[in-house]
C-alpha cells in the first residue's frame, strides 16, 4: 500500500455552511433574498409566539444605493422578547450557537438560518449587520457585527447602548445583501401571504423597495397552544444522542436511566425492554462498551411496546386558528378544516391538520390548488414533490363533488418535533406512511365536509327553482282552465303553493 | 248529382264543447283546493297494438296521468292548457294557425316552448285526450296538397262562409288547406277518387281531362301525404261513398305512401277519423314492371331492408301487398310513375289506368 501524504485541515461551522451555502437556500441572488426574508421572520416568529406575545413584524427591503440595483439593505423587527445583551454577538454571529437545541416543535431546528443569512450578506458586500435589541427597559443596545469565518466567532465592530424610554422590547435585524428581488417578489408575496394564513393573529407589514406596502393584519388575537420540551422517544434515538445522555446522566442503573431520560418510558416498560434487550436492570449505563450502547439503540427501536409519544412537544395551529387564516388571507365562500389526532413515525409525533376552502376569491386554475405547511412555515418551492402533492392528484374528487377547474384550494399542515423532509432542502415532506395516511385522512375528512356543503347548497338552489316551477306554472294552470271553461273568477292557488313548499320539507 | 249533409259546423261545435269540458274539469279540481291532474292514453310504443277490426294502429288501455303536484309534469301541464286555451279561442273564432304559429303564439302568453317539436308534442298531447285530429281545432301543417274534379264545396271559415267553388274551377288544382279541410260538400259528379304521389302524373291527368274521362277526383298526395289530405281523402270515401284508388311509384315506399292513407301510421294511432280503409292500392305494382316491361332501377340496401320490415308489418298481412313485396324480392327492381312515358306521354291514361280501374272494380 502506497502512503499518500495529504492535508487535513479543519474546517469551523462557518467555513462548513460559506462553502455549502446552497443547502440553507442561498444558492443564487434570486433564491438568496427569499430565504433571507424567510430566515429572518421565522425567527421573528419564534421570538414572540412561544413567549406569548401577539407578534407585529415589520419587514423593509430597499435598495443599498441608487446605482446599484442588486444591492438590498433588509430590515426586519419585531416586538418579540429580545435578546439579552451580551449574547446577542453569539445568537446572530455563531454557528450552532442556538436557543433552540431543545425536543419541541419549532421553525428552525439550529439557528442556521438567521446567521446564514448574516453570513450571506457579509460574503456578498463586505459589510457589518446591525441588530439592535432589548428585552425591555432600561436600555437598547445597538451592535455592529461581522462573522470571522474561519474561526467561527463574531466580531464586535461597534457596540451602542441607548434608554428604552418607550417600555420596547423585540429586536431589529438589518443586513446588506445581495439579490435579484424583481424575480424573487412573487415568491416572496407568496410566502408572506402564506405566513398570514397560518399565523392569523399576527401582523405582518412590508415595504419592498419601489415603497410598496403589503399588510396582513391581524384577525385573531389567540395564540395556538405552546409546546412543552420533552425527552426522546426511544423509536427516534440514535447511538450518538445516547452517548450525550450517558454523559451527563447522575443514574446508576440501566433501569433508572431509561425512566429518567426517555419519553414515556414507566418502571414496568423500562422492566419489560431491558428484559427484551439482555441488558440487567442494575447495569451501569457509564460503563457500558461501545458495542453494548450499538446493541441497546437497536433493541430501542425494535421493542414494539413502548408507548407512543404524546403530543405535548407539539404546536399545532388548532381549527380555529387555521380557519380564521384561510379566511383573512384566501376569502373563501367556503372553508373546512379538520386536526388529525397525534400520531408518531420513528418516535417523532406529528400532528397533520388540512383545510379547503371553495369559492369566493378562490380562482379557477386548471390544476389543483394547494398550500402546504410544516411546523406553520409556508412551503412555496418544489410542489410537485411533496407527498401531498402526490395524494391530491390520487384522489377521486368526484365522489365529492368536485373536480379539478372548480375554485377550491387544499391546505397541509404538518407539525412534529422532526419534520420528514426528503431533502435536505426543506421543502418537500417525504412519503412516510404514518404521515401520507393522516394527510390523506385529512383531506378526505375536510373534502366530504365541502362536498356536503355543495350538496346542500346545491338543494336549497334546486329547492328554489322548483318553488319558482310552481309559481310560475299553477296561475297559469288556473288562469287557461278558468277562461275555457268560462269562468270569470280564476280559482285561488295560493294554498296549493303553501304545500307545493311542504312536499319538499315532508 | 248528389246531395250531401252538412258536417263541419257539427264537428266544430263538438269540438268546442270539448275543451270546455277538459277546462272545467281542471277547474274544477283546482276549486276543491287539490292538484289539478290529467289522464290520457300513453302513446309510448308499447302501447300502440294493430286493430284488425279497424284496420289501424290503435292505442292499447295504458292510461298516464299528468299532475299538476309534480315538478316534472308543471310544465307540459300548464303548456297543455294554455294549447286547450288557445285553439279554442282559434276554432271559435274560426282562425287558423300553422304548428309554427302555435309555436310563437305561445310567447305573447308567456308560455314557452323550447322548439316547434315541444309544442307539436303538446298538440298530439291534446288530440290525444279531445279523441280529434289538430285540423279539427284548426291546426295545420305547413305543407298541403291539392285536389281537383266536379266537387262542389261551400267554405265555412270567416268571409267566404256560404260561397261555393267548383274544384275544376282552376287548372293547377285546388290546395287542400285550411279552408277547404272546413268546407262542406255540397255535389259532385264523380265516382271516384284517384290519389297520385307525384305532382307531375297529376298535371299530366288534369291535362289528359282524367277526371272526365273516368269520373273522378284527383289528389295529388305531394309524396307521403299530410293529414289534412288524408283526412279529405277520408271525407271523399265516406261522406261521398267515393272508391279511392292511389297510384305511387313501384318501391317500398310508395307503398307505404298508400298504406298510411289505407291505415294510418303508428303516429296518429290517437286518432280514429284519418284512415280510408277501403281505398286500394292502384299500383304501380312490383309485377307491373314485368308485365309492362317498364324501365327499372336495382333496388338499393336499403329498400331491401324497407321491403323485410314491411313483410313483417300487420298492416301489410293482406294477400296483395305480400305478393308485390315477394316480386320485389324475387326480382330486385323497382320503378318510378313515369317510367310510363317510355310508350309515349298517354300511355299511362290510355293503357295502364283504364285496365287497371276495370280489374280492380272487378
Not at chain 1, 421565522?42 to 444605493?65: F, H, K, V
Request: aromatic residues 10%; neutral net charge; proline residues 6%.
Amino acid at each position: 500500500m502506497k502512503a499518500i501524504s495529504q492535508t487535513f485541515q479543519e474546517i469551523s461551522p462557518a467555513d462548513f455552511f460559506y462553502r455549502n451555502r446552497e443547502i440553507a437556500g442561498f444558492a443564487n441572488p434570486v433564491r438568496a433574498i427569499f430565504s433571507a426574508i424567510r430566515e429572518l421572520v421565522e425567527n421573528s416568529l419564534d421570538a414572540t409566539e412561544p413567549m406569548g406575545i401577539l407578534p407585529d413584524i415589520y419587514i423593509r427591503l430597499s435598495n443599498m444605493s441608487d446605482e446599484d440595483e442588486n444591492f438590498y439593505v433588509l430590515r426586519v423587527k419585531d416586538n418579540g422578547s429580545g435578546i439579552p445583551a451580551d449574547y446577542v454577538p453569539l445568537a446572530f454571529c455563531q454557528f450552532l450557537f442556538s436557543s433552540k437545541y431543545k425536543l419541541k416543535q419549532s421553525r428552525g431546528t439550529f439557528g442556521l438560518g438567521g446567521t446564514m443569512t448574516i453570513l450571506y450578506g457579509q460574503i456578498t458586500t463586505n459589510k457589518p449587520v446591525k441588530v439592535i435589541s432589548s428585552t425591555g427597559p432600561p436600555k437598547i443596545y445597538e451592535y455592529t457585527l461581522m462573522i470571522d469565518i474561519q474561526r467561527n466567532r463574531p466580531i464586535v465592530l461597534d457596540r451602542r447602548i441607548y434608554d428604552n424610554n418607550d417600555k420596547w422590547h423585540g429586536t431589529i435585524v438589518e443586513v446588506n445583501l445581495e439579490g435579484d428581488y424583481p424575480k424573487a417578489m412573487p415568491k416572496i408575496l407568496e410566502y408572506l401571504k402564506q405566513t398570514a394564513i397560518v399565523n392569523p393573529y399576527a401582523n405582518i407589514t412590508f415595504v419592498d423597495p419601489r415603497g410598496r406596502l403589503y399588510k396582513f393584519e391581524r384577525t385573531v388575537a389567540k395564540l395556538p397552544r405552546q409546546p412543552r420540551e420533552t425527552l426522546p422517544h426511544p423509536h427516534g434515538i440514535d447511538v450518538e444522542t445516547v452517548y450525550r445522555i450517558i454523559r451527563i446522566t447522575r443514574c446508576k442503573t440501566l433501569l433508572d436511566f431509561m425512566q429518567e431520560h426517555f419519553h414515556r418510558v414507566g418502571k414496568r416498560t423500562a422492566q419489560r425492554f431491558l428484559e427484551f434487550a439482555g441488558f440487567p436492570e442494575d447495569a451501569d449505563p457509564k460503563k457500558l462498551k461501545p458495542e453494548e450502547v450499538v446493541r441497546l439503540v437497536q433493541a430501542m427501536k425494535n421493542f414494539n411496546e413502548f408507548l407512543p409519544p404524546d403530543a405535548d412537544c407539539l404546536s399545532p395551529l388548532g381549527e380555529d386558528i387555521l380557519k380564521a387564516g384561510i379566511l383573512k388571507e384566501l376569502e373563501p365562500e367556503f372553508v373546512a378544516v379538520t386536526q388529525r389526532s397525534p400520531s408518531a413515525y420513528s418516535g417523532h409525533p406529528f400532528i397533520v391538520e388540512v383545510g379547503i376552502a371553495y369559492g369566493g376569491k378562490i380562482p379557477v386554475g386548471e390544476d389543483l390548488i394547494l398550500y402546504r405547511f410544516a411546523n406553520k412555515i409556508p412551503l412555496v418551492y418544489d410542489e410537485s414533490g411533496d407527498v401531498s402533492w402526490r395524494i391530491i392528484k390520487s384522489i377521486n374528487w368526484r365522489n365529492y363533488g368536485l373536480m379539478p377547474g372548480m375554485p377550491f384550494a387544499v391546505l397541509v399542515h404538518i407539525c412534529s418535533t422532526k419534520i420528514p423532509w426528503k431533502t435536505v432542502g426543506k421543502e418537500m415532506i417525504a412519503d412516510r406512511p404514518e404521515v401520507s395516511r393522516e394527510i390523506l385522512n385529512g383531506i378526505r375528512d375536510v373534502a366530504r365536509q365541502l362536498g356536503a356543503y355543495l350538496s346542500k347548497k346545491e338543494k336549497a338552489k334546486y329547492e328554489k327553482t322548483r318553488l319558482s316551477i310552481f309559481a310560475k306554472y299553477l296561475p297559469k294552470i288556473a288562469e287557461f282552465s278558468a277562461k275555457l271553461a268560462g269562468k270569470e273568477k280564476i280559482p285561488d292557488i295560493g294554498e296549493l303553493l303553501r304545500r307545493a313548499r311542504k312536499i319538499e320539507e315532508d | 248529382m248528389k246531395k250531401i249533409s252538412f258536417s263541419t259546423r257539427e264537428k266544430r261545435r263538438e269540438v268546442l264543447a270539448r275543451l270546455e269540458r277538459f277546462g272545467l274539469d281542471l277547474y274544477e279540481q283546482l276549486e276543491k283546493g287539490i292538484f289539478p291532474n290529467i289522464t290520457m292514453p300513453s302513446r309510448s310504443i308499447d302501447n300502440i297494438y294493430y286493430s284488425p277490426e279497424l284496420r289501424q294502429y290503435v292505442l292499447g288501455d295504458k292510461k298516464i296521468k299528468r299532475s299538476a303536484s309534480n315538478i316534472r309534469h308543471l310544465r307540459p301541464f300548464a303548456q297543455l292548457v294554455w294549447m286547450a286555451f288557445f285553439t279554442h279561442e282559434l276554432t271559435q273564432n274560426q282562425k287558423t294557425s300553422t304548428l309554427r304559429d302555435v309555436f310563437y303564439s305561445a310567447q305573447a302568453y308567456d308560455i314557452s316552448f323550447k322548439d316547434q317539436d315541444e309544442s307539436d308534442d303538446i298538440i298530439t298531447d291534446l288530440e290525444t285526450i279531445l279523441g280529434c285530429t289538430r285540423e279539427d281545432f284548426n291546426v295545420f301543417p305547413e305543407e298541403s296538397s291539392a285536389v281537383f274534379g266536379d266537387l262542389t264545396i261551400e267554405y265555412t271559415i270567416p268571409n267566404y262562409e256560404g260561397k261555393r267553388l267548383n274544384l275544376t274551377s282552376h287548372p293547377d288544382g285546388v290546395m287542400i288547406g285550411p279552408a277547404l279541410t272546413s268546407a262542406e260538400f255540397i255535389e259532385t259528379s264523380a265516382d271516384k277518387v284517384i290519389a297520385i304521389e307525384k305532382g307531375g302524373l297529376f298535371t299530366r291527368f288534369i291535362e289528359e281531362r282524367v277526371h272526365e274521362r273516368f269520373n273522378a277526383i284527383l289528389v295529388f298526395l305531394r309524396g307521403q301525404a299530410p293529414r289534412s289530405t288524408r283526412y279529405f281523402i277520408r271525407r271523399l270515401n265516406q261522406e261521398l261513398g267515393l272508391p279511392v284508388y292511389i297510384f305511387t311509384d313501384a318501391d317500398p315506399w310508395g307503398m307505404h305512401i298508400a298504406m298510411v292513407i289505407i291505415s294510418g301510421s303508428a303516429n296518429a294511432a290517437h286518432i280514429r277519423e284519418l284512415t280510408t280503409p277501403d281505398a286500394k292500392w292502384a299500383g304501380v305494382w312490383a309485377s307491373d314492371i314485368i308485365n309492362y316491361k317498364l324501365p327499372s332501377d336495382k333496388l338499393e340496401d336499403i329498400d331491401v331492408k324497407r321491403l323485410h320490415e314491411l313483410m313483417r308489418d300487420p298492416r301489410y298481412k293482406d294477400e296483395l301487398w305480400q305478393r308485390e313485396i315477394n316480386v320485389f324480392m324475387r326480382i330486385q327492381r323497382k320503378c318510378e310513375l313515369e317510367a310510363f312515358s317510355r310508350y309515349g306521354l298517354t300511355h299511362i291514361v290510355d293503357k295502364y289506368l283504364p285496365q287497371r280501374l276495370k280489374d280492380l272494380e272487378d
